[in-house]
């Protein structure tokens, strides 16, 4: 490993002025800037007394063919110490960050020069009124490292305002202070020819805390760096789409960028100011997979940050115009990610298929690929535009309930981009359909599935949102839907209820919290139903059906009581079980909700 990085030191001073000169690359906001104010005050602290702070790590592109034939020098991005490099250039160099709410900020670190070496008070302080009404604080050290810093002029004034205190002392205090500029950070910087995966295995191994390097964080550097093909308004473009999606009354903030303002993203966009959705609230990393996986039919994203640093794949060679078509290319898809029409109308055949609520999704890389799949049967002119909701939706519900992009969700995404391009999706679909959702998976596999206590689980969420697709009511109601409780109150009731199976002896968790016990229930006819038997309470329920009444709810037919019970997958026969006959209601209710879950796949 050793040849495949070089270790050395460089000053603080040194680091802070290849950033000011570009010589090394920080993205612009990468990341936003997420040290709490105390964290940039220990940093500083830490220099101060000679700590040591880690090691800020270097990635070089490698050497890029110009269109002339020469070659350019690969710009050297920093992958990992930004936090640190911000807080430094915050505190002392007096820049203004963008926090993690989008919004400007100068981080201001007070200093008491008075302070003994071997105190335990705090020398250093974030600024606040008391440091900056106190004679003895200097409020803001930046001001003590700006290059129009009168050290004699200051320390005048100071003794002026503190005429106990002796020039000398001050002196001493503050050139210890500015000796900051010249403590040494550890720096690694990584061999130009590393692939994307060395890379990510020297920084596992190098991180004290082991912390995986995300890829997408690659190519956001890579993009945010990039001034020559745009890629530093393409990244604000990702990160601010990704923020306002999640806080659309973010807008007006983001109208004081007035540079972005005049971009395609920002008139791409702006239409997100408006919208309340919440099913989907993509991070940057979507954005970016999405955007990349549509139009560059590749699931890795290794392969994009190879592709935006001028990667020719056949050649091995870097090329300047590779660089540039894919900036170009990736701009298109995160514009076509960010369209109101395709962006809205996903989601709506999302909700449609049930899945109304964050609470109903577990996939987060299942909802990437479907999106992708979105764009690119739109994209494609042959392809019918009526069946594109149904083969959407179908393909969500399939890589849910067979995990499809869980473990290895990359390598997957590469194979299933690849089948269809090389297949035409319908024909694939319809070789994975055959293969993962045979008989034998409805019969067998989902049973076991749900043998399971999660109620997060996605054979349970699925279960859920086959109800809601069917416009179901909540057991014992009619007029009070599943999908009424799940997103507004109601409460998930153990049929057998849960105090009721402990006091006979169920007294493991995971099985009386199996999710083949639960169903949505109104708060109201929870609290009537309370501790009491399924034999008890449902033959209530039958006896008051029979005399016209309703016992629980809202419903006072048996013939109505019998359609709720089957449409919440209860047995009929409920009004005679016991605790004694829970296991046998579990192994009934579970081929019932996996007949209900195919029932509800084949008509989408």
Known sequence: ??????????????????????????????????????????????????????????????????????????KKIMIDGQQRTTALMTAIVGLEVITENFSKRRYKISFNPLLPDETEEERFKVQDNATIKDKKWIADIADIFSPDFDQWNFISEYTKNNPEVSGSVINDAIMKLLRIKSCQIGVITLDKDLTIDEVTEIFIRINSQGAKLNQSDFAMSK?????????N??????????????????????????????????????????????????????????AFMYKFGRGKMKDLV??????????????????????????????????????SNFLLAIKSAGFITPKLINSDM??????????????????????????????????????????????????????????????????IEAAE???????????????????????????????IHSSEDALFSKGTKISDLITIIGDVHHIFPKRYLIKNGWKDKAKYNQIANYTYIDTQ?????????????????????????????????????????????????????????YPAFLEKRRKMMAKKIQNYYNNL
């Open 1 to 74: 490993m050793a040849e495949k990085y070089t270790v050395s030191t460089l000053s603080v001073e040194t680091v802070l002025g290849f950033i000011k000169s570009g010589e090394i690359a920080i993205p612009e906001i990468q990341r936003p800037f997420v040290w709490k104010a105390k964290q940039v005050r220990d940093l500083i602290d830490s220099l101060y007394t000679g700590y040591p702070t880690g090691y800020l790590i270097i990635s070089q592109n490698p050497d890029m063919k110009l269109k002339d034939g020469s070659l350019a020098v690969g």
């Open 223 to 231: 993009i945010a760096a990039n001034v020559s093909y745009g890629g």
């Open 233 to 290: 308004m393409l990244r604000k473009g990702i990160d601010y789409f990704s923020h306002l999606a999640a806080k659309p009354d973010w807008y007006m903030e983001m109208c004081n960028d007035t540079d972005f303002k005049d971009s395609d993203y920002f008139k791409a966009m702006q239409w997100l100011k408006d919208d309340k959705e919440d099913i989907f609230n993509p991070n940057y990393g979507d954005i970016l997979r999405i």
């Open 306 to 343: 190879s592709l935006l640093g001028g990667r020719d794949f056949e050649t091995r060679e870097y090329k300047e115009e590779i660089a540039e078509a894919s900036f170009r290319l990736l701009k298109e898809g995160v514009l076509d990610f960010m369209n109101r029409y395709s962006f």
């Open 366 to 431: 299942a909802l990437d690929f479907v999106y992708t799949l979105f764009l690119l049967l739109h994209s494609d002119p042959s392809f019918n535009k009526k069946l594109i909701d149904k083969y959407v939706t179908k393909w969500y519900v399939l890589s849910t309930l067979t995990s499809r992009y869980i473990g290895s969700p990359e390598t997957v995404m590469d194979y299933d981009l690849r089948s269809i391009k090389s297949k035409g999706f319908v024909q694939f679909f319809a070789e």
């Open 437 to 467: 959702l045979s008989e034998t998976f409805w019969n067998v596999g989902l049973v076991q599935r749900l043998e399971t206590s999660a109620i997060n689980s996605p054979y349970f969420n699925t279960f859920i949102a086959a109800q």
């Open 525 to 581: 006819v929870n609290k009537d139903i309370s501790d009491d038997a399924p034999q008890l309470y449902f033959s209530k329920a039958f006896a008051a059906c029979d005399k016209g009444e309703a016992a629980y709810g809202n419903i006072s037919v048996r013939s109505e009581l019998l359609a709720n019970l089957d449409a919440n997958c209860i047995p009929t026969d409920i009004n005679e079980m016991e605790y004694t006959d």
